[in-house]
């Protein structure tokens, strides 16, 4: 006895001191690195397809160019500043209120061995790349079969390090960061991705203009059947982008798998009933777009709500997304070829504020902010309004200058008149679709 007892004095500064030190956890790790390589097969398999299905069959390969060439483009351009920008740490407090500075350009002074909790930060680092890449593509469904290749992909780059890097700084860049510092809820991305995406998608169809025969030409899908591929893609995907936000193998993970699953069901269904009642149709277009819906308005609140509060947000989420692509898009005329701001946008628009209204007062689960602190709800809600308010804005000024920065370097943002007709995968990408 005696001898057990002196060896745990002397193992207890031990103990102590391993509780200070980071320490690699296998499971974590594993789980972090599965969920990466889910997020990053949503983007060049996921969204590339339920795109392409989409589009007219003169344009799918060109659309799905698009998407794949944006993860690729998106993602070193992380990995060059994106990710210093956004999670680095400024010399300046009022620097750091907006962006992490560029103290790891290229990844300078991040070991191959440095952890970020309890795994390496380099996963950290690819899986919020897939993040960064996916934002970008999100937005290439509003601008699809009129805008050029070499413009878009020059875009991508510089709205990545313009827009991107330093709207997830302000939300998930910690202490300092501005939203970060407010106590904003942004479990997953609905403001950082979602709404991001959605509004340079609809500030971009603007600025490039209508398509050509739009809205009095029929624009039929090449194939629905490669967009109901691409949202089964995107459902399972998005458990990495979703349970994979809680950081480790967690009961957090486990309670955002939960109520991603059910949101998303809530949602296909809701969009199949009311398509149904309002077109009589209950079209397979339809079921997955409702599904895509349900998935963008969790993801803010997925690691945050109850199961009621998950049927809730996929529910209402869903519903605000079918009036923005019916309705309001109709009255406005603006030519979102395949609804990233109707779906993406709106849908995160709720997802946001709703999470602010129907996250749960459990202190293992909520970040710092008025619900945590003193159980302010109003006071939760009202933050929340700020960050959607301040994102908003700050995307759409920065992908106007992004815009005409791209335009300028490339000579133009638009295809030629012929080049729209002939359809961009044989004048662009030199290819056609099943050479029919």
Request: glycine letters at 12%.
């Amino acid at each position: 006895m005696k001898k057990w007892l002196l060896a745990l004095l002397f193992a207890l500064p031990t103990l102590a001191f391993a509780e200070d030190t980071p320490v690699l956890d296998t499971g974590d790790t594993a789980w972090m690195m599965m969920s990466t390589a889910l997020v990053l097969l949503m983007t060049p398999a996921g969204l590339a397809l339920f795109y392409a299905g989409m589009t007219r069959s003169k344009n799918v390969l060109n659309t799905y160019a698009m998407v794949f060439g944006a993860f690729a483009v998106a993602f070193i351009v992380w990995i060059i500043a994106g990710y210093s920008i956004a999670f680095g740490t400024a010399d300046s407090a009022a620097v750091q209120n907006v962006i992490g500075g560029f103290g790891n350009v290229l990844l300078h002074g991040i070991k191959w061995n440095d952890l970020s909790g309890t795994y390496p930060t380099y996963v950290f680092v690819a899986f919020q790349g897939t993040f960064a890449a996916i934002t970008v593509a999100i937005a290439a469904g509003s601008v699809i079969e009129r805008i050029k290749f070499s413009t878009w992909l020059v875009f991508v780059a510089l709205w990545g390090l313009v827009v991107y890097a330093p709207i997830a700084h302000m939300v998930w860049g910690g202490d300092g960061a501005f939203l970060f510092d407010a106590g904003t809820l942004d479990f997953a991305g609905g403001t950082v991705v979602h709404m991001n995406g959605g509004l340079a998608g609809l500030v971009m169809a603007i600025l490039v203009g209508k398509r050509a025969g739009y809205p009095k030409s029929a624009m039929k899908p090449a194939t629905v059947l490669l967009t109901a591929l691409g949202a089964a893609l995107l459902w399972f995907g998005w458990y990495g982008f979703n349970a994979g936000s809680a950081f480790g193998a967690n009961a957090i993970a486990g309670l955002a798998l939960l109520t991603t699953t059910i949101a998303t069901a809530a949602a296909a269904i809701t969009w199949m009933l009311a398509e149904w009642f309002v077109y009589k149709k209950p079209t397979l277009l339809g079921i997955a777009t409702g599904a895509v819906a349900g998935l963008v308005a969790i993801t803010p609140a997925a690691g945050f709500v109850s199961v009621g509060g998950a049927f809730i947000v996929g529910i209402v989420g869903t519903l605000f997304a079918f009036w923005g692509v019916t309705v309001l898009k109709k009255k406005l005329g603006y030519d979102d070829s395949l609804d990233a701001f109707g779906v993406h946008f709106l849908a995160g628009l709720f997802g946001a504020l709703a999470t602010g209204l129907l996250a749960v007062k459990d202190s293992d689960l909520l970040w710092d902010g008025p619900l945590k602190e003193s159980g302010d709800r109003m006071g939760q809600f009202l933050v929340q309004v700020e960050s959607v308010v301040i994102i908003g804005l700050f995307t759409l000024v920065g992908t106007v200058i992004v815009y005409y920065i791209a335009t300028a370097l490339t000579g133009g943002s638009r295809v030629s008149e012929e080049e729209e007709i002939i359809g961009l995968d044989e004048s662009i990408q030199g290819e056609r679709y099943m050479n029919n």
